[in-house]
């Protein structure tokens, strides 16, 4: 009788210590959904200060707006944009050049890092905070591919491989029936541009849309791969 109860016991201590290690155990935590909007004023070096905007869809991209706040020449504001990923500690950015830069969620902010992705030892504000903005009007150098049929333009960015609907545009008309192509096939286009949204199609929804803002020029010899 004493051997059973010694035998239970030592299955009993045995179940408790595998419930502690599971209790302990580290468990991955669910990653909270991204805000679509960020804005801080960042340290820079030849200037007053770095306004930052970040924007960022559901479909993967980004737009940022950096406006240099008192800098010899003035306010400069300049616009870029490209896809975002989400690691375990960290939000990638990747910019139509292939540049990156990192940032780590703090709270509800987003804190920035260094080219390497490590932390920045500084006293100084490297956090923008959630806020509510639309997208920037800001002109952006574009490339990709063009195709116009039936009164409808879309537009395939080369950076990111997402489809836009084109605002509508004259000058991108005549500049695609000038390049010698049938109707509907694509024809590879640059130009200054930037993103809204805009009512779709279809009623009750709303799309984001590419808005030409000049410098276009289109070239049927060329892709996104040269």
Known sequence: MKKITIAL???AGTLSLFGCNNHYQPKEQALQPMKQSYQGVLPCAD???????????????????ETYRGSRDGDKTFAN??????TADKLVLTDSNGDKRYFHPVGKNLEMLDQSGAPIDSKLNYQLQPVEKSLPKTPMALRGSYTYMADA??????????????DNNLALERGYANSGVEGGEPVFLMLSGHFSVQPSMEEGMMEKALVPDGNIKFDKAKSCDN
């Open 47 to 65: 200037c007053e200060g770095l306004d930052t905007s970040l924007f960022l869809d559901e479909d993967g991209t980004f737009v940022l707006q």
């Open 81 to 86: 944009y490209g896809k975002w990923a989400r």
């Open 153 to 166: 333009a879309v537009f395939k960015d080369c950076a990111t491989g997402k489809t836009f609907p084109v």
């Open 9 to 11: 016991l030592l299955a």
